[in-house]
Structure formats: structure tokens, C-alpha cells
């Protein structure tokens, strides 16, 4: 007779919203908070939780190392700057992803002046990787990049 797996246990999970741990690395300007990882869910590979930024607020310049990550625009309008010195835009809605590959610094901006931006973030690895930047955004680069993945807003 083998052991069959206990999935009562082991199965499905589900992390209320007023669970959430913000006992996770910070970034100036946002709040990031845990939903799937090893302490509430038992995940080995994914980390997701919620991201919120006040209205016209902006992050510090940061990366996230070797993960990858994965960012859902719940409510709300983020303007992404990245590159060496920022000097890239683009913007993204509510019902649209935003992709961040591994070393990219990056910054996020909540566009909008009267709303916060909610989003939910999910990373490619439990390590905790957030290196803050001193990065100060070129202030030339006022207008957003078209292109493929990048629509005009």
C-alpha cells in the first residue's frame, strides 16, 4: 500500500487579504506586502503579495538581483522608469502586467494625483532581493516610448 499524499494538509491554500506580512524588504516610496511565500503558504519557487503607492507618490530607484518580476495593475495608473539613469518611460492601466527582468533598475510612479496604484507583484524566487539605487531619473525624458510593447497611453 503506498502513502497517498495528506492534501488536506498539503493541497490548497488560501491567504486572506488581512493576513498579508509586511515583514518584507522595503522601498522608499511604496509598500510591498506577502501573501504566497515559504512562512504563510508553503511556496518554494513564487513570491506574491501587493504592492501599493500613494497618489503622485514614486519609489526610490531600485533591482531585484537574478528574479524576475511580474507586477498586475489593479486599480490605478503606474508610470515604470527604467535604465541606467531612468531615461526610460512607459505607462500601464489597470488590467495590464508589467514585466521587469532580472538587474534592471527601475523605479515605479503612482500617475495618478488623486488615486493610489494597487497592484499585485509576483517574483520568481522566495529570496528577498531588493538592492535601493542612488539613481536620479533624467528629468529630459517627459514623454513615454512607443514601441511593440509599449503603446502610446
Same mark, same amino acid.
Given at each position: 500500500?503506498?502513502?497517498?499524499?495528506?492534501?488536506?494538509?498539503?493541497?490548497?491554500?488560501?491567504?486572506?487579504?488581512?493576513?498579508?506580512?509586511?515583514?518584507?524588504?522595503? =522601498?522608499?516610496?511604496?509598500?510591498?506586502?506577502?501573501?504566497?511565500?515559504?512562512?504563510?503558504?508553503?511556496?518554494?519557487?513564487?513570491? %506574491?503579495? #501587493?504592492?501599493?503607492?500613494?497618489?503622485? %507618490?514614486?519609489?526610490? %530607484?531600485?533591482?531585484?538581483?537574478?528574479?524576475?518580476?511580474?507586477?498586475?495593475?489593479?486599480?490605478?495608473?503606474?508610470?515604470?522608469?527604467?535604465?541606467?539613469?531612468?531615461?526610460?518611460?512607459?505607462?500601464?492601466?489597470?488590467?495590464?502586467?508589467?514585466?521587469?527582468?532580472?538587474?534592471?533598475?527601475?523605479?515605479?510612479?503612482?500617475?495618478?494625483?488623486?488615486?493610489?496604484?494597487?497592484?499585485?507583484?509576483?517574483?520568481?524566487?522566495?529570496?528577498?532581493?531588493?538592492?535601493?539605487?542612488?539613481?536620479?531619473? #533624467?528629468?529630459?525624458?517627459? =514623454? #513615454?516610448?512607443?514601441?511593440?510593447?509599449?503603446?502610446?497611453?
Amino acid at each position: 500500500m503506498t502513502n497517498q499524499p495528506n492534501w488536506r494538509d498539503n493541497g490548497v491554500r488560501i491567504v486572506r487579504g488581512s493576513e498579508l506580512d509586511t515583514n518584507t524588504p522595503q =522601498t522608499p516610496g511604496m509598500t510591498r506586502a506577502a501573501a504566497i511565500n515559504q512562512a504563510k503558504a508553503g511556496a518554494e519557487k513564487l513570491w %506574491a503579495g #501587493t504592492v501599493n503607492i500613494e497618489p503622485d %507618490a514614486k519609489t526610490g %530607484a531600485h533591482h531585484h538581483g537574478e528574479l524576475e518580476s511580474v507586477i498586475y495593475v489593479l486599480s490605478g495608473r503606474a508610470r515604470m522608469r527604467w535604465g541606467d539613469k531612468l531615461e526610460y518611460i512607459a505607462e500601464a492601466a489597470a488590467g495590464d502586467f508589467i514585466y521587469v527582468p532580472p538587474y534592471v533598475p527601475h523605479q515605479e510612479i503612482n500617475a495618478d494625483p488623486d488615486q493610489p496604484l494597487i497592484c499585485v507583484l509576483v517574483r520568481s524566487d522566495q529570496e528577498a532581493i531588493v538592492v535601493n539605487l542612488d539613481i536620479e531619473a #533624467t528629468e529630459s525624458s517627459d =514623454t #513615454t516610448w512607443i514601441g511593440p510593447n509599449h503603446p502610446n497611453p
